[in-house]
Nanobody, 122 residues
Framework: RVQLVESGGGSVQSGGSLRLSCVAS????????MAWFRQSPGKQLEAVAA???????SYTDYVKGRFTISQDNAKNTVYLQMNSLKPEDTAMYYC????????????????WGQGTQVTVTS
């Protein structure tokens, strides 16, 4: 059974940093595309970053240079290092997985975690 469990969220001041973790079980992350999405109240779910099984990374424009996605295959864990956080980064962050190549659309991801809340105060 595939399961994703996120952690690492919290409340931080503007300019601060957080590192989110997503531990996967039931499959090997190196065989999947792993991605982070986020959703703010009243807004649609949006892609943040993704990493393919071969290590290829992609980021949405508004986090480039501030966020870094990485994976540890030995721990079957994906991370999202978030630096220079802004109030507009406040959202529930979700880890997601899909077989094959990465995609931007959330509808193409088969597996989801329960989410971890990130709150950035000004």
């Amino acid at each position: 059974r595939v399961q994703l469990v996120e952690s690492g969220g919290g409340s931080v001041q503007s300019g601060g940093s957080l590192r989110l973790s997503c531990v996967a079980s039931g499959y090997r992350i190196r065989d999947f595309c792993m991605a982070w999405f986020r959703q703010s109240p009243g807004k649609q779910l949006e892609a943040v970053a993704a990493i393919g099984g071969g290590g290829t990374k992609s980021y949405t424009d508004y986090v480039k240079g501030r966020f870094t996605i990485s994976q540890d295959n030995a721990k079957n864990t994906v991370y999202l290092q978030m630096n220079s956080l802004k109030p507009e980064d406040t959202a529930m962050y979700y880890c997601a997985a899909r077989r094959g190549t990465c995609a931007r659309s959330s509808s193409l991801y088969n597996y989801w975690g329960q989410g971890t809340q990130v709150t950035v105060t000004s």
